[in-house]
């Protein structure tokens, strides 16, 4: 019987990690509803399996993220080259028709260039940049290009927010009709109806429907001729191709004359058809006397600027005036005796026979009720009956007599309501009743409360200023309160190069997302360096490229100039990367760097150098010149006189006892016949020293043995010295021997006997 397992999973077979996980999955997936409250514990998976899981996470995050990066930098400077490359040949295609004066093409070109780079279009509602494959909506007076999903929004929202405005100011029951209000562009505040809010791309000559986006075309146009009519009509089309902006002048040839009309007959461009001749009008003046004295111009001639003498309309008064006014009135009263006799007419001055005296026209009482017909010198006074004028009050009539002159005030007592109707107080007729209760209904910016005292409940126009952030995210908008999305910012922002000669214009808020425009004139920032100027490069953003000019300073060492590359200002790297990679899927930290001043490297001019011992000359570089050891003996003479120095070279003064001391022996010739070494032992200068020692010899005869000095021995070998040879051998006793009888037999004789003491001597000397 086979003993089951104790302990955990008794009894549960090994399974494999892998396909169980995917076995799993695959169970999950196949629930439908269950697989999003099914979840594994947790506990079942090993932990160095769930730790793999979670690096593989993080380094697949990590790497779609830098391939996302390196992918839209590639894009960007892809499509950058590619509208470089393309930008020229567009251009001319578009303009290819309309001739060559580029004078009257510069806002259109300029227009086309900003179309054709990226980032330039943005959109004014989103503050997005409006790409070359998206649909758009082009406003036919500024003709900027928004999102067609944006300026259908922006219309809709604008008629809603008109619509509920005034639907507020109605009373209950009544309704308004949304169709009377237009809406605006953003920009130009344009109005447009209703009926013109887009709901389809068109290209920008409104012939073609979503037009498709073609590299060799202009983004958002279909390729052919614009041919909208131009302005100002001339009953001439366009002959560009589909384009942005406005159209350009009508190129055209028509035969026109002056505007004074004087000038023969010339052909000229349509857009330019009105000129002048550059002589003077001559037209005749309304004043009848004289001519038009300014150069040929267009419209009606100005007024004539010469002065006449002129009378007043009433004839009293005479004066130099402008010959244009032909009737001119005084300031005096006319006072001429009017038809009645009794009264003077009362008119500033005028022309004709003065009117009939006014009074006596039919005339009525004061209260307006009588009208009666009496002599101008009569006065009409009152009829008696009650005024019954109605009073300022607007409710009650006047109660007094008939009178002259303003009814007085309504002092009737009555029961007031003040204008919000929340209250009512008796007050005199002629006062107005106004609580103190504030209106609390919300100003048709929808913001702000009324707060005004007894209000009728038509709430005035919100006056504070709207103040809210604007979608450039750099201004608030300063228009008057208002319900509803803000206008775009209406500024723009330019964006320059480094060197600040080429910029671009774009609207506020996107001066964040716009890279700076590429620049080929040169750089002019000035050098960081000693030099006066850079090496000549184009514009460029950024720091400039290091310096690769010539040093050229003056060494204050050795004076040589340096010809190495500039180091004045070098970037160097003073720290590492303080933290380490998580793995090889992260980039690289870059290490610190400063920009630092390094001194100029060590001279590399050759300078001759002459050793130490003085045995060669070489050239060195400058910053090496230093004398040095050659590596030679020194071959200087020893102080003995017989040897020379074996040291390495080295410096050697004028007393050459710096040299190594000589330590061999002497080694000079002896003396002849002297076997003994030198007296000094060691090498010396000059002559060996006179050798003292005692030599035992043999005498001629060889009875007596003779001790001698070795000195007077070898001096006595000399010939001519003295004592001889002979002498010193000599013992001076007498000679034992047979006398020689022939001349040959002494001579042998003494030959034998030298030869006997000579070998005694060799035996027998010692030393003294």
């Known amino acids: 019987m086979d003993q089951q397992p104790r302990g955990r999973g008794r009894g549960v077979p090994a399974q494999n990690v892998w396909t169980t996980r995917a076995e799993t999955h695959s169970r999950s997936t196949n629930t439908g509803r269950q697989q999003s409250t099914y979840k594994q514990p947790i506990k079942d998976i090993p932990r160095s399996t769930r730790k793999f899981e979670e690096a593989c996470a993080q380094i697949k995050a990590s790497v779609d993220k830098h391939v996302a990066k390196l992918t839209e930098e590639l894009s960007d400077s892809g499509s950058e080259e590619d509208e470089t490359n393309n930008d020229n040949s567009i251009i001319s295609t578009v303009l290819n028709l309309y001739g060559k004066s580029s004078s009257e093409l510069g806002k259109i070109e300029q227009v086309l260039k900003d179309s054709l780079r990226s980032g330039t279009s943005v959109c004014l509602i989103c503050i997005a940049s409006v790409k070359k494959s998206d649909f758009i909506w082009s406003c036919t007076k500024c003709f900027c290009s928004l999102h067609l999903s944006c300026i259908q929004r922006w219309a ?129 003046l309304p004043c009848k006397e004289h001519k038009c004295e300014v150069i040929c ?152 409360p009324c707060n005004r005292k007894c209000c009728t409940g038509s709430c005035p126009p919100c006056d504070q200023v709207c103040n809210r952030p604007l979608g450039c995210k750099n201004h608030k908008c300063t228009s008057r309160c208002h319900q509803g999305p803000c206008y775009p910012c209406d500024r723009t922002v330019d964006i320059t ?83 380490k990679r998580a ?75 710096n040299c190594q001391q000589c330590e061999e022996v002497c080694s000079k010739n002896r003396p002849e016949d002297c076997t003994h070494p030198c007296g000094r032992g060691k090498c010396h200068p000059g002559p060996c020293p006179t050798c003292t020692k005692l030599i035992k010899h043999s005498c001629h005869c060889g009875l007596n043995p003779q001790l001698v000095r070795c000195n007077e021995l070898s001096d006595s070998s000399a010939p001519g010295s003295t004592p001889s040879r002979e002498q010193l051998l000599s013992c001076k006793d007498r000679c034992p021997k047979l006398l020689v009888r022939h001349p040959r037999d002494s001579y042998i004789l003494k030959s034998f006997l030298y030869r006997r003491v000579d070998s005694r001597l060799n035996l027998h000397t010692t030393s003294p």
């Open 156 to 284: 809709k929202d604008s008629i809603y927010f008109q619509t509920e405005a005034a639907s507020d100011q109605l009373a209950p029951g009544q309704f308004v009709d949304p169709r009377k209000f237009n809406w605006c562009c953003p920009k130009c505040r344009a109005e447009y109806p209703q009926t013109a809010i887009p709901s389809t791309y068109y290209c920008y000559c409104l012939k073609t429907q979503e037009p498709r986006f073609d590299p060799w075309l202009v983004p958002h146009s279909c390729g052919s001729k614009c041919e909208k009519l131009l302005q100002p009509e001339c009953k001439h089309a366009c002959l560009l191709l589909c384009h942005p902006g406005p159209c350009p002048p009508c190129p055209q040839t028509v035969s026109v004359t002056c505007f004074c009309a004087k000038s023969p007959v010339e052909t000229r461009r349509c857009s330019s058809q009105t000129w002048s001749c550059g002589k003077k009008c001559s037209k005749l």
């Open 583 to 657: 793995g090889p899927w992260e980039p690289e930290q870059a290490p610190k760097m400063e920009i630092r001043k390094l001194p100029c490297p060590p001279c590399p001019v050759p300078v001759p150098v002459t050793c130490l011992g003085e045995h060669e000359t070489a050239d060195w570089p400058c910053h090496l010149s230093v004398p040095s050891s050659c590596g030679r003996p020194c071959g200087r003479e020893l102080y003995c006189t017989n040897h020379t120095c074996t040291k390495p070279c080295h410096v050697v003064s004028m007393n050459p006892r």
């Open 497 to 579: 190069c480094s060197c600040g000669r080429t910029k671009i214009t774009v609207p506020c808020g996107r001066e964040r997302q716009t890279k700076p425009p590429k620049c080929s004139l040169p750089c002019t920032k000035p050098p960081d360096c000693h030099h006066e100027s850079r090496t000549k490069h184009v514009c460029h953003a950024g720091s400039c490229p290091p310096c690769k000019q010539t040093c050229l300073k003056v060494s204050e060492r050795c004076g040589h100039i340096c010809k190495a590359p500039c180091h004045t200002s070098v970037l160097v790297q003073v720290a590492a990367p303080s933290q």
């Open 297 to 448: 111009h267009s419209g009606i001639c100005p007024p004539c600027p010469k002065k006449s003498s002129q009378n007043c309309l009433c004839g009293s008064k005479k004066e130099e005036r402008p010959c244009h006014s032909i009737e001119f009135q005084c300031d005096k009263v006319c006072r001429k005796m009017l038809d009645c006799g009794h009264h003077r007419c009362e008119t500033i001055c005028h022309a004709g026979k003065c009117a009939t005296c006014p009074l006596a026209l039919p005339r009525t009482c004061p209260c307006g009720k009588k009208a009666v017909t009496v002599a101008c010198t009569v006065e009409v006074g009152g009829c008696g009956d009650t005024c019954c004028k109605l009073l300022e009050c607007g409710i009650h009539e006047c109660a007094e007599r008939c009178h002259k002159g303003k009814c007085g005030t309504c002092w009737q007592m009555r029961v007031q309501s003040c204008r919000c109707g929340l209250k009512k107080k008796e007050l005199p007729c002629y006062k107005e009743f106004q609580c103190e209760t504030k209106c609390k209904h919300i100003k048709d910016c929808r913001r702000h």
